[in-house]
């Protein structure tokens, strides 16, 4: 069964950096698009990050811009989500996702990972 596994959550203080990965269990198709989504506890999931599979072209939510990266690794079927400066506002469990639309929208996805927790101590 195709899976997305996330990895790298825990627990950091504020300013720290953490990098999430999430892995593919199929070769993901250069018309893809990979993304980011974060849900904090009693909020809706929010678009964090994407990139396209085959170009590379990303988008940032205003929240991240300038302390997230989201790269990938083709051949290892990888995107990461480098965080850096975080606050405590960022405390959620983040989930990985596939989609085909270059899109913020959870609803455009159709793939997605089970989650990992981030959280951030202020």
């Known amino acids: 069964q195709a899976q997305l596994v996330e990895s790298g959550g825990g627990s950091a203080q504020a300013g720290d950096s953490l990098t999430l990965s999430c892995t593919a269990s199929?070769?993901?198709?250069?018309?893809?698009?990979m993304a980011w989504f974060r849900q904090a506890p009693g909020k809706e999931r929010e678009f964090v990050a994407l990139?396209?599979?085959?170009?590379?072209?990303?988008l940032y939510a205003d929240s991240v811009k300038g302390r997230f990266t989201i790269s990938k690794v083709n051949a290892e079927n990888t995107v990461y989500l480098q965080m850096n400066s975080l606050k405590a506002e960022d405390t959620a469990v983040y989930f990985c996702a596939k989609g085909s639309q270059y899109s913020s929208a959870s609803a455009d996805y159709t793939s997605w990972g089970q989650g990992t927790q981030v959280t951030v101590d202020s």
């Open positions: 990139i396209r599979w085959h170009s590379g072209s990303r």
């Open positions: 199929w070769r993901i198709y250069s018309s893809s698009v």
